[in-house]
């Protein structure tokens, strides 16, 4: 049996429970209450806001190579970890084990990406008159108020820190209510490599308090939140009467365009894979099928014995390949999508119960003849269902795919370059894998267009939010 180590709050350099209402952190396989969550009063995030500015000022002093050197060498230990901070995602999150480890070495890779770029931020020299220089200089834009979900509970934080310390700004972080350890397994790490104190602070509790609170200081310039279209909203609007930048990696509900001209079983066996990881609750989990007419039902067909195939547990289980639903509003939602989809004429093709009574696991679904009007294909499911939809031509599957008001990921299928460079062209997402159900990496951008968000964590973007461009005009005097 492994321990579970009780969250904490870092605040103004020490571990404590603050003095807030805790609240309950559940393991959603067993439903037992793991520990106690430490619930932030105003007064510790003053206490945060405080010591974010003491971090500022150390951490932006420093040159980028020193900054490099600490995180890199907190990354590393991060990795030495891995095995023995795996187990306490799963328990808090639901994931098979294994992939909560290969999440950590991900968030390793991401942090060690972000951090490396500080040293290639680069300004510009302007051509200047005589008696003149002019340059764009690249500065760290301040202390960062960072707010990560639940369905990476590691790697999400690690986009966030990595980009903000890489830029050199400090960071006060709000992980989720419902997987607060890994952000101070995390955190810890870092601080054993040798981050200063107080470059980074960690709050929990009333998530809608703390951003508010957080958000409306002046004392933090610049945001950065990964969760639902609707929590992105309202915290973009927070953010413009306070005139923050923010970056808004929000929902999406990726379009999978597959044409008959490709190794159907194939693809069908993949998606499966691709759409089931992590129980369905990837924000760029490929989502809509939207397959070509002929290549329909053998599609289908693979699809669903795929499905059936997939073995469900406790993710601390051996062979475990999907885990429970990550909270009870999961289960609420999926239960209504399916029950709204089947009322509105869709056929139930493989699953759409949930498993037993306790844990909260539901069974990979597959729905066809799926009609427009139904839930499941214009909210974003965020669970393991997978609808499935015909199309005649390439004009009606770009039509279906840009139906929705999200545009984060997409996926097509095609051995035409032709059709590649169309739907490269004219499917609105801000990530689009062709031919693969792979999607970014840390080298690679990663971010929506339209209500699934705006600005871009990792690639060369990456520390774009974190940092301002301040133009310098010098006359020369001597
Ligand atoms: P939610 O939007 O209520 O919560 C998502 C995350 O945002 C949680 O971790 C929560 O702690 C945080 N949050 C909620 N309200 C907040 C606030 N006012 N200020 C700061 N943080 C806040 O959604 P949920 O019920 O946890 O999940 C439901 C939906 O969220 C899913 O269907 C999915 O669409 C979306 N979601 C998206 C991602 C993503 O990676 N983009 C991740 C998790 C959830």
């Not at 405080?50 to 590393?76: H, N, P, Y």
């Not at 490396?116 to 108020?145: C, E, H």
């Not at 979900?149 to 999400?156: A, E, K, L, Q």
């Not at 044409?259 to 990881?277: E, M, P, S, T, Y």
Request: with cysteine; aromatic share 8%.
């Amino acid at each position: 049996m492994v321990s579970y180590k009780a969250p904490l709050m870092y605040i103004a350099g020490e571990w404590t429970k603050g003095s807030g209402k805790p609240k309950d952190v559940i393991n959603p396989a067993t439903e037992e209450v793991l520990a106690q969550l430490p619930g932030a009063t105003e007064a510790d995030l003053d206490r945060a806001l405080e010591s974010t500015q003491r971090g500022f000022k150390a951490w932006s002093g420093l040159s980028a190579e020193a900054r490099c050197d600490i995180v890199m060498k907190g990354c590393q230990i991060l990795r030495e970890r891995a095995a023995e901070i795996a187990p306490h995602i799963t328990m808090e999150q639901g994931k098979p084990v294994e992939e909560a480890r290969m999440e950590i070495i991900r968030a390793a890779s991401i942090i060690e990406w972000d951090v490396q770029q500080g040293r290639r931020a680069y300004g510009t020299i302007v051509p200047s008159d005589p008696g003149f220089n002019r340059f764009g200089l690249k500065l760290p834009i301040g202390p960062v108020a960072a707010f990560t979900p639940w369905n990476f509970p590691i790697s999400s934080p690690g986009r966030k820190l990595g980009a903000a310390l890489g830029a050199g700004c400090s960071v006060i972080i709000k992980s989720s209510e419902e997987t607060p350890t890994s952000t101070c397994a995390l955190v810890e790490c870092l601080l054993a490599g040798g981050l200063p104190p107080e470059v980074i602070n960690v709050v929990s509790g009333n998530s809608s308090m703390i951003s508010a609170y957080l958000i409306a200081s002046p004392v933090i310039r610049a945001i950065t939140f990964t969760g639902s279209t609707p929590v992105g909203k309202h915290l973009a609007k927070l953010c413009a009467e306070a005139m923050k930048p923010a970056v808004m990696e929000l929902g999406g509900h990726s379009p999978v365009i597959v044409f008959d001209d490709v190794d159907v079983a194939a693809i069908a066996k993949q998606g499966a894979a691709g759409k089931f990881r992590n129980a369905g609750q990837i924000c760029t989990a490929p989502t809509r099928f939207i397959v070509q007419e002929k290549a329909h039902d053998a599609f289908v067909e693979t699809f669903v014995n795929a499905a059936k195939a997939i073995k469900i547990g406790n993710g601390l289980d051996k062979g475990t390949q999907m885990g429970p639903l990550a909270n009870p509003r999961r289960m609420a939602a999926l239960e209504a999508m399916v029950a709204d989809a089947k009322a509105k004429g869709a056929t139930i093709a493989t699953g759409g119960s949930r498993i037993g009574n306790r844990g909260y696991f539901f069974e990979p679904t597959v729905l066809t003849d799926v009609p427009d009007d139904a839930d499941v294909v214009n909210i974003e499911p965020f669970g393991p269902i997978a609808p499935v939809i015909r199309f005649n031509d390439l004009e009606e599957a770009i039509e279906i795919a840009n139906r929705l008001p999200y545009g984060l990921c997409s996926y097509a299928f095609t051995n035409s370059q032709a059709r590649s460079f169309e739907l490269a062209h004219r499917v609105e997402s801000g990530i689009m894998s062709l031919n693969h159900f792979g999607t970014s990496q840390a080298d690679t951008p990663f971010g929506g267009v339209k209500e699934s968000g705006y600005g871009r964590e990792g690639g060369y973007e990456t520390l774009d939010a974190f940092m301002i461009t301040k133009f310098i005009s010098q006359k020369i005097t001597a």
